[in-house]
């Protein structure tokens, strides 16, 4: 399992690695003008997760923090709660299987027949009872400056990471003020945050002064996992979904999308901004920084 990179000039604890070979792979082929050319791909791979002894789900990822990635699944799907104790997390690489052994029994075998497949790429799974957990949700009133807003999508835009290097992946991140603090990518944008999650889980790290920011859109998907990890702000360089918005609204979540440069939109938790920033000294984002989504709605 890679080791978490270390950036602290930029308060990163763990950021993408576009230079491990595991990730990433050079295939040949023949551009526009017919000339032959060798590009990178992101390589994704079949990962089976089990809780205790019962298998759950068979997910496609990049394979990168198969730990967090399991946990936040099992956050984020209801079936781990904040105060379970998690026993054991063991990963064996040659068979893709994730085992997440807790303290107390569990048995999902009625909650498994109610999947929903979700919006989210690579085939996002969502529950029958994630709707419940909302209903008691109370987030603080973190405030959102503009100009950490704008600090903190030029520090990520300007990262290294696997959708430069290659593309064909989403990337989320998670923040404080205008300091990334974990940056995660994979094919499936919910797998990114369920990373993200399962870092938060392992390191009791609260999600209450924290910023999530997502290149993908924000759909009912994000939003619910984005209130689950008590998180009061979520920032898109995408757009909306209407279903999203209205869970955003019902659960105080401030939701920013169509973040690019100096421009941005919310539709939720607009109480929460602080518009400190002159927009005279904010620059329109460069072309070479542009990432998935920019032109359009991903």
């Known amino acids: 399992m890679p080791k978490p990179h270390s950036l602290t000039e930029a308060g990163l604890v763990i950021r993408p690695n576009p230079d491990d070979p595991r990730l990433t792979e050079r295939v040949a082929g023949v551009n526009e003008r017919g000339e032959r050319i060798e590009t990178g791909v992101v390589v994704e791979r079949a990962l089976t997760l089990y809780l205790n002894a019962q298998e759950i789900v068979t997910m496609m990822t990049i394979n990168d923090y198969p730990d967090y990635l399991a946990l936040g699944y099992l956050l984020n ?8 104790v998690v026993t054991e ?28 497949q979700t919006s989210g790429c690579a085939q996002g799974t969502a529950f029958g009872d994630l709707m419940e957990a909302l209903e008691d949700v109370e987030l603080p009133k973190t405030p959102l400056k503009t100009s950490s807003l704008y600090r903190l999508t030029h520090a990520i835009n300007t990262t290294p990471s696997l959708y430069l290097e290659a593309g064909a992946i989403h990337g989320c991140v998670l923040a404080k003020e205008d300091r990334p603090l974990v940056y995660m990518e994979d094919v499936g944008r919910h797998n990114a945050v369920d990373k993200i999650a399962g870092w938060m889980f392992r390191h009791g790290e609260g999600g209450g002064d924290k910023i999530f920011y997502t290149t993908g859109r924000l759909t009912s998907e994000m939003v619910i996992k984005t209130v689950r990890m008590g998180i009061p702000i979520l920032v898109s360089r995408s757009g909306f979904t ?14 920013i999308g169509r973040a690019r440069g100096k421009r941005f939109v919310a539709l939720s938790g607009e109480d929460r901004i602080v518009f400190d920033q002159d927009l005279s000294y904010v620059e329109e984002e460069s072309v070479k920084h542009r990432r998935k989504g920019s032109g359009g709605d991903d």
């Open 77 to 84: 799907q209801n079936m781990l709660k904040p105060g379970d």
């Open 242 to 255: 209407a279903w999203g918005v209205e869970l955003a609204r019902k659960t105080g979540l401030t939701l």
């Open 89 to 116: 997390v063991e990963y064996d690489e040659d068979l893709a299987v994730v085992v997440v052994r807790t303290e107390g029994e569990t048995n999902f075998e009625d909650k498994l027949k109610k999947r929903t």
